[in-house]
């Protein structure tokens, strides 16, 4: 006997699916924003169903720290060149030095808020009219308010009060000139989604998803990988622990967690346990206020 | 495992946020962090968890302790997962509650004990309708705050009823709870030993998703057509989109809407790899055996079964604007992924939120008022009935001069 049902995993799948077709299908120039981690590698996976045996039809953009951990960049070149698909790469260091943004100082130093001016730039050097990113609605307050095509101004900005209605499946990527549309297409995934799904579809991730010994610090309960990026003083102690990441961002604010978990299942098992969230325990820069995430994106963040 | 997607409604105040947030609590689907962060600044005035800034996200929305926008939460129990909307009760913010209304499997549609049906209970209601929704549950909140709470339940119980007889409303469900003190909610509480019927999440556990989809008209919109154009792929043309209803298969004879043309699939593809068929909602690539001209917005459905194609459809409108609607206007209707040039050609009646009557031909349709109009379209467009099938049988309206959405448009 057939059935027609699908388990709801191929539901979300085949729902971002439909978003990156209409994305190809509505916008002139976009672009797919790659970094290597988790979530942008299961963007690049589902593109590829979408558009196999073509090509696919924007190019993958990197907007680079120079904070970012050495294997998730070596991840994503390898990536990048498995797929024959074709990589930008902007580097925020090139816009402070040409906007001449300063940098911010202290212990950990992030360039999370300079990474909005490259990101800008790099939208307007190319006339990008919607750039695909891989965030989930349930990874904080504000992107769960946010709709699966986000149109910002032409700073980028977000404006929350006034989304424009987003109504059954039908996406409305018109905007005017100067605008561009943030397109969300694994919205609503979850964290353990995206886990399941790895491990069904077999996806290769860098490795430091994974259990490996690291030199860290501590700080205010956090373990921060010790890199040429960060501040360490003398009353820091420098840790040798076994930890893997849950997402991966700069090494400046994403923090580790001691972890024995060498496989995909070990990491489900680890993820149905845990009593918290994936930003809560890994994101520094989401502790500092109650709408951090909200005003960073009316300012144009991703 | 499968998924159910909810949404809450009802008037503000009525408890949605507080409803969630305690669903949430009660069934261990928050995380230490965030109840750390809701310590740090969600204390009610008698020192309980506010657990309505679980869904409030919003800077604005916090400061004024209302719900603007739809928040979306995930959970999930050892036996469903959850996707639940908490959408806004403002009237002004109806079109937010739209947005999350267009998606749901079910809405629970919240009423004040002390209040019973009030005005935003009816609109909700109307728009579950309109929108078949099809599982309602109709909450009855704050039953601690009210005294011989039995019969006060009972008497709401009634009214609404009556109210929905005027209405095609699907698998309608009544229960009474206090979100506040979590009666009722995960488990059934003894609170009220006048009610016998199961809590919250156990109806919410155990409703049919009966499948809002329709599998016997197969619908295929073209969303994007894939051409390699390598030597490997010289002569490959794909039609990339979703199955939106039915089933298609190999071999079958179809038509292309609206040019009418016809022929035969070649082969569907998913992930690059040939299946024999495809159904409802999967997405898929389809190969036809003759070289016609299709693009996206192009509809492919069975020869047999062809929708009407027509340059006049008879509509409902919710509108979504600020700027008035009037007869004569022109926006963009788009249909899947078809968009057509359009004119509202005639204003028929508004239905009255309140009392559901009808007032003919109204010179102007504002913000939240739901419209019986006549469109004409530039070109043909192919078009379900909305009963008959959702995803071909509605519509979005687009301003064309600022581009925004401004009305669901519901076919009649
Ligand atoms: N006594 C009582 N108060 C409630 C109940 N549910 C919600 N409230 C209170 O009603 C107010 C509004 O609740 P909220 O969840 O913000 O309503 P919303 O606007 O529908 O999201 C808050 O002060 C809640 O604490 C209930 O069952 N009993």
Redesign the interface.
């Given at each position: 006997m057939t059935t027609?049902?699908?388990?709801?995993l191929?539901?979300l799948?085949?729902?971002s699916?439909?978003i990156l077709?209409?994305v190809?299908?509505q916008f002139e120039r976009p672009a797919l924003l790659f970094s290597g981690g988790k979530d942008s590698l299961v963007l690049v996976h589902l593109a590829l169903?979408?558009?196999?045996?073509?090509?696919l039809?924007f190019p993958l953009v990197h907007i680079d720290t120079g904070h970012n951990f050495p294997e998730a960049l070596s991840f994503r070149d390898k990536r990048v060149e498995e797929i024959g698909e074709t990589l930008i790469v902007r580097n925020v260091e090139d816009t402070i030095i040409k906007q001449n943004l300063t940098e911010p100082k202290g212990k950990f130093a992030s360039r999370n808020a300079l990474q909005t001016f490259t990101l800008l730039e790099t939208i307007q050097e190319f006339e990008f009219d919607a750039c695909i990113g891989g965030a989930r609605?349930?990874e904080?307050?504000?992107?769960?308010?946010e709709?699966i095509f986000s149109v910002r101004d032409e700073f980028g900005q977000w404006d929350?009060?006034l989304?424009?209605?987003?109504?059954?499946?039908?996406y409305?990527g018109?905007?005017?000139k100067g605008e561009n549309v943030r397109v969300f297409p694994i919205?609503?995934w979850?964290e353990l989604d995206v886990w399941n799904y790895i491990k069904r579809e077999s996806i290769a991730l860098p490795e430091i998803y994974f259990a490996h010994q690291r030199s860290l610090i501590e700080y205010q309960n956090q373990l921060i990988a010790v890199s040429p990026f960060i501040q360490i003083d003398d009353d820091d102690v420098i840790l040798s622990k076994k930890v893997r990441y849950r997402t991966v961002g700069d090494m400046t604010c994403t923090a580790a967690v001691a972890s024995d978990a060498e496989t995909i299942d070990d990491i489900i098992r680890d993820i149905l346990g845990?009593?918290?969230?994936e930003r809560?325990?890994t994101r520094i820069d989401d502790k500092v206020s109650?709408?951090a995430m909200?005003?960073r994106k009316k300012n144009g963040y991703f | 495992?499968?998924?159910l997607k909810f949404m809450t409604a009802g008037s503000v105040d009525d408890g949605k946020s507080t409803l969630i947030g305690r669903l949430l609590f009660d069934s261990k689907n928050i995380?230490?962090?965030?109840l750390?962060?809701l310590e740090?600044?969600g204390k009610n005035k008698n020192g309980t968890l506010d657990l309505a800034l679980?869904?409030?996200?919003?800077?604005?929305e916090?400061e004024q302790g209302i719900t603007?926008?739809?928040?979306?939460?995930?959970f999930s129990t050892p036996k469903r997962?959850f996707?639940i909307a908490d959408a806004p009760g403002h009237i002004q913010y109806t079109?937010?509650m739209?947005?999350g209304a267009?998606?749901t499997d079910l809405i629970i549609i919240l009423i004040d004990a002390r209040n019973g049906v009030v005005e935003q209970t009816k609109r909700h209601t109307i728009i579950a309708s309109l929108l078949q929704i099809p599982n309602v549950i109709v909450a009855v909140n704050k039953i601690d705050l009210v005294p011989d709470a039995g019969s006060v339940y009972e008497s709401i119980k009634r009214d609404y009823v009556k109210l929905t007889k005027q209405f095609s409303l699907k698998n309608v469900n009544f229960i009474p709870i206090s979100a506040l003190n979590g009666d009722n909610i995960v488990e059934n509480t003894r609170s009220f030993n006048w009610y016998r019927g199961p809590a919250l999440l156990e109806i919410l556990e155990n409703v049919t998703i009966e499948?809002n989809i329709n599998?016997v008209n197969a619908r295929f919109p073209v969303?994007?057509v894939?051409?390699?154009q390598t030597e490997?792929?010289l002569d490959?043309r794909?039609y990339?989109?979703?199955v939106?209803s039915g089933?298609f298969a190999v071999g079958e004879e179809i038509i292309v809407q609206p040019s009418g043309i016809s022929t035969i699939i070649k082969s569907i593809e998913?992930?690059?790899k040939p299946v024999k068929q495809a159904?409802?909602?999967?997405?898929a690539v389809i190969q036809l055996e003759d070289d016609i001209d299709i693009s996206?917005g192009d509809l492919i459905v069975k020869k047999d079964d062809a929708l009407k194609v027509t340059n006049e459809i008879e509509v409902i409108i919710n509108w979504?604007d600020r700027k008035v609607l009037v007869q004569g206007n022109r926006y963009?209707l788009?249909?899947?992924?078809n968009i057509t040039p359009v004119v509202i050609s005639d204003l028929q009646y508004l239905i009255d939120v309140n009392t559901l009557e009808k007032h003919n031909s109204p010179s102007e349709v504002k913000l939240n008022e739901i419209v019986k109009a006549s469109i004409k379209t530039a070109r043909p467009v192919a078009i379900d009935s909305f009963v008959n099938n959702?995803?071909t049988g509605?519509?979005?309206l687009?301003d064309?001069t600022?581009?925004?959405?401004v009305g669901?448009v519901i076919i009649q």
């Open positions: 027609f049902s699908t388990d709801y191929s539901q799948e085949s729902e699916i439909h077709r209409e190809a299908g169903k979408a558009f196999r045996p073509g090509k039809p609605r349930d904080e307050k504000a992107r769960a308010k709709r929350p009060k989304q424009r209605p987003e109504l059954w499946n039908i409305n018109r905007i005017n919205s609503n979850t845990s009593r918290t969230s809560g325990e109650e709408a909200e005003d | 495992m499968d998924l995380l230490i962090d965030q750390d962060a740090r600044v679980l869904t409030d996200g919003l800077r604005a916090r603007i926008d739809v928040a979306y939460k995930y997962k996707i079109r937010n739209i947005t267009s998606n499948n599998l969303q994007y894939i051409r390699p490997e792929w490959y794909g990339a989109g979703k939106t089933i998913q992930d690059g159904f409802a909602t999967q997405s996206r979504m963009l788009q249909i899947n992924s959702k995803s509605a519509g979005i687009i064309q600022s581009n925004v959405t669901a």
